[in-house]
């Protein structure tokens, strides 16, 4: 069975590759996960304030006051889980050709065909694989982990904020 050895392997692309080898690709990769995380962080904050302005003119309509703190006004896990999986869902369909763009440079590197650029390379994938077929190539399987991580994360998160907002309010923090 072969050995994991890290440092075996980071010497040899530091050998083969020079320092950049490490770095292949990482610049369509912060370039993917920052207007991933915004835009599905927006999209999720968006579609929940949305639904709140909506259950709250409901609560005036019925001459109620609305109190989303309220565990029988609180949103239903299902539309929340619902909310975070389109968030998710959209940030990954706007974001997923910077991933095969990271892809990419990171097997060029591996390859030895030189350090690539990412406006190079996106230029390339849409020239000899299309736009749909190459930019968007495996995209099916991604909609469906990444928007069930997402919406398990925007779940977690919020329930994690509701947590220790009740600690706050309760002066144990």
């Not at 001459?63 to 389109?86: C, I, K, S, W, Y």
């Amino acid at each position: 069975a072969p050995v994991f050895n890290i440092f075996r392997d980071v010497s040899r692309v530091v050998a083969a590759e020079g320092v950049r080898g490490l770095y292949g690709g990482i610049t369509p990769t912060l370039l993917g996960i920052v207007p991933y995380a915004g835009i599905s962080f927006a999209t999720f904050e968006t579609l929940k304030g949305r639904y709140l302005d909506r259950e709250r003119a409901k609560a005036a309509a019925r001459g109620e006051a609305f109190d989303e703190t309220n565990p029988t006004m609180q949103m239903p896990v299902a539309t929340r889980l619902l909310f975070g999986g389109v968030a998710g869902l959209f940030a990954q369909s706007v974001t997923y050709p910077l991933d095969i763009v990271r892809r990419r440079i990171q097997v060029m590197g591996r390859a030895g065909m030189g350090n690539a650029s990412l406006w190079g390379t996106i230029v390339d994938i849409a020239k000899t694989e299309g736009f749909r077929g190459g930019l968007y190539k495996g995209v099916s399987m991604n909609w469906i982990k990444g928007p069930l991580s997402v919406a398990v994360s925007f779940y977690i998160n919020d329930s994690v904020k509701a947590f220790f907002r009740d600690l706050h309010e309760k002066h144990y923090l």
